[in-house]
């Protein structure tokens, strides 16, 4: 699985957003200093996250972002759904969408399995989760193994 510039920019902006103490709202401008992330393709993911119900925008000189509803009802999957789509898609469809033959024929579980898997991680942790650095234990435990930091 590939997480994109643009999801990691929203996950990133959703959790700037989360994190923020009073309910005023936050430029667009302080969020991308605050993250290193264009400012330009930020108001883009913003504006898809705000099309999406993620987020609320406020015009004026009081105005910007703030989450649309309680960072634990939030999750990381509902950001990179609302930027990207479907969670996981082979050549762009989904896995359901497709059939093998052949010794290729077993491929079908396997993506569904995938799919599967990164539905339950990521589903399972919320904005606030992240934003106070507390991952549920089961996401944390798949950390543990010296092997999870390593590229093969």
Known sequence: MRISARADYAVRAALQLAASRDDRPLKAEAIADAQD???????????????????????????????????????????????????????GVRPPELSYTGPAESLLPLWIALRSNVREILEGVSLADVASAQLPADVAALTDPPNAWVNP
């Open 37 to 91: 992330i264009p400012h330009k393709f930020l108001e883009s993911i913003l504006n898809d996250m705000r099309r999406g119900g993620l987020v609320l925008s406020q015009r004026g000189g009081n105005g910007g972002y703030r989450l649309a509803k309680p960072a634990e009802a939030i999750s990381i999957a509902d950001v990179i759904r609302v930027v990207e789509g479907p969670l996981v898609s082979v050549r």
